[in-house]
C-alpha cells in the first residue's frame, strides 16, 4: 500500500496552487491575449526584430536534423575489436561520426551488461561456496 493517500499532498506545505510564473502571467494577461499578440505583431510588421523572432519562434520551429539510416555491419568477434571496426568507417567517411558514438555507446551498454552478468556469477559462485563451508563438519 502506498504511503500517500490518494487525493493528498506529499508536501502538504509546498507551493499553493496557481502561484506558478505561467499561472500568474495568464491571470495578468486575462482576455487582453490578442491585444497582446496583436502589439508583438505590429512590433515585428514595424522591424523590431526580437518581436518578429518570439512569433517565428512560436509559429515556425527551428528545425531538427533527421538523419537517414545507415546500414553497417560490425566486423570482429569481440567488443574491442566492432569498436575498432566503427572506429575505420567513421575513419573512411563509410560511417556518419554521430553513428559511429550511437553503435559505441551501444558497444558500452552491452559491456556494462556483460560486466554484472560476470559479476552475478561470481557472486552466486561465492555464495555457493559459502553454503558448501557452512555444510561441512
Given at each position: 500500500?502506498s504511503?500517500?493517500?490518494k ?10 496552487v496557481?502561484?506558478s ?31 518578429a ?5 512560436r509559429?515556425a520551429?527551428?528545425?531538427k ?26 575513419a573512411a ?44 563438519p
Amino acid at each position: 500500500m502506498s504511503r500517500f493517500q490518494k487525493g493528498e499532498s506529499g508536501n502538504p506545505k509546498g507551493r499553493p496552487v496557481g502561484s506558478s510564473l505561467q499561472t500568474r502571467l495568464r491571470s495578468a494577461v486575462g482576455d487582453r491575449f490578442d491585444e497582446l499578440v496583436r502589439v508583438v505583431l505590429d512590433a515585428a510588421l514595424a522591424g523590431d526584430m526580437a518581436a518578429a523572432s518570439l512569433l517565428l519562434a512560436r509559429l515556425a520551429p527551428s528545425l531538427k536534423p533527421v538523419q537517414v539510416p545507415q546500414a553497417f555491419t560490425l566486423a570482429g568477434q569481440t567488443l574491442t575489436e566492432k569498436a575498432l571496426s566503427v572506429l575505420e568507417a567513421v575513419a573512411a567517411g563509410a560511417l556518419s561520426a554521430s553513428d559511429g558514438k550511437l553503435l559505441l555507446d551501444g558497444l558500452a551498454g552491452v559491456l556494462r551488461v556483460r560486466e554484472a552478468e560476470h559479476t552475478a556469477r561470481q557472486l552466486e559462485l561465492i555464495r555457493l561456496a559459502l553454503d558448501a563451508q557452512r555444510k561441512m563438519p
